[in-house]
């Protein structure tokens, strides 16, 4: 009978006051309409797109020399990159200096927490987060319609710079590298041509395959020439019926081939002819240079070809996200929602004029000036 006398003196105040309460809802519907009416309408821009993959910039995917299944668009990771540039000061700032936020939002810049306040002003009125697809969906939200749908397209066109400008740097450091590498090797190979060419001179060794026949060759006709000259020579010098004329032809051919040999096989490495000392002792050191002259040659071919791809990759515009929706000028706003704000504030004021009403008649006998009284 207690909880029922209590709901019964509950509903009794509340039916006492009712004149009261409805006054209070009548002055909340009416001020919340009003204020509702005063509050601007915002319009919200979204912008999707997805993090590409930043294997798209690989010389060698774009040239073709790799059997790797190209992904064209990034993992998680790149996702967080996205995003994690996305939320970025750089970002902010650019907007704000783009669309001349601080008159926009009419925001004092020379105070100092002016920039704070701008930030602050914008990130309220921006977003750019993973949906539940895994895309990166960017959104923002002002008064003017057009203007919300040109910020999202520019902060998703400064996030795609920011993510080339990334990659282009670790592009560009890499072509320092090749740059200075192929320098300091141009230098070496410069260095072991001379040398090459001094060794070459020294020994007189320029085809060393060719001039090692012809030695060869040389070496071998003087030798039997000179065993067929002396032969000739044993058996016809003593014949009376030899003229002496060819005897002496037999003679002088067989002592060109001697002095021939000779100096073939002449120990004097300043001969102005090539000797086979000459070329067995220069034959290994200009064959060693020439050897690392020609690998030189090879890598250096190499490192400009792969120079040359890295460049073309470099001056080569790939982008860092792909773009699924760009963002259209909103035919409706998105805020606020006058209805909902209105509904709130009046269960808000009935739930408050109850509260009051029976605070106020539960202690409507309560002497006060108790409270006040000096013990």
Do not use: C
């Amino acid at each position: 009978m207690n909880n029922r006398d209590n709901l019964v003196s509950v509903l009794a105040s509340i039916y006492q006051w009712r004149k009261a309460i409805r006054n209070m809802m009548i002055v909340t519907l009416l001020g919340s309409i009003a204020a509702t009416l005063l509050l601007d309408n915002y319009y919200k821009a979204t912008t999707i797109f997805y993090a590409a993959s930043p294997e798209l910039s690989n010389p060698e995917l774009i040239f073709g020399y790799t059997s790797q299944v190209t992904q064209y668009f990034g993992s998680d990771r790149d996702l967080d990159r996205i995003a994690e540039i996305a939320n970025s000061s750089e970002i902010i700032d650019y907007m704000v200096k783009r669309f001349n936020l601080y008159d926009h939002y009419d925001i004092d810049s020379t105070t100092q927490k002016g920039k704070y306040k701008i930030r602050e002003r914008f990130m309220g009125l921006y977003t750019a987060q993973k949906n539940k697809n895994d895309a990166i969906e960017l959104s923002v939200e002002d008064t003017d319609p057009k203007m919300a749908a040109e910020m999202a397209n520019a902060a998703r066109d400064k996030i795609n710079d920011i993510g080339q400008r990334l990659i282009k740097n670790s592009q560009a450091t890499l072509l320092l590298t090749f740059d200075e590498n192929m320098n300091r090797k141009k230098r070496e190979l410069i260095q072991l041509g001379d040398s090459l060419r001094d060794l070459q001179a020294f020994y007189g060794i320029y085809n060393a395959g060719t001039q090692g026949e012809q030695i060869a060759s040389q070496l071998s006709t003087a030798e039997s020439e000179i065993i067929h000259g002396k032969a000739r020579l044993e058996v016809l010098e003593n014949n009376p019926l030899i003229p002496q004329d060819t005897i002496q032809y037999i003679k002088a051919d067989l002592r060109a081939y001697e002095m021939e040999r000779r100096q073939l096989m002449s120990k004097d490495l300043n001969s102005d002819n090539l000797t086979l000392k000459q070329y067995n002792e220069g034959l290994p050191k200009i064959s060693v240079l020439a050897d690392l002259h020609y690998q030189a040659r090879k890598q250096l071919s190499f490192d400009q070809e792969r120079y040359n791809q890295i460049k073309a990759a470099y001056n080569t515009n790939i982008p860092a996200v792909q773009l699924l929706e760009a963002a259209d000028v909103p035919l409706i706003k998105s805020r606020p929602k006058r209805t909902m704000l209105i509904l709130a504030a009046m269960v808000a004021a009935l739930f408050f004029s109850i509260i009051g009403v029976l605070i106020f008649d539960s202690y409507r006998d309560f002497d006060w000036s108790e409270i006040t009284k000096k013990p």
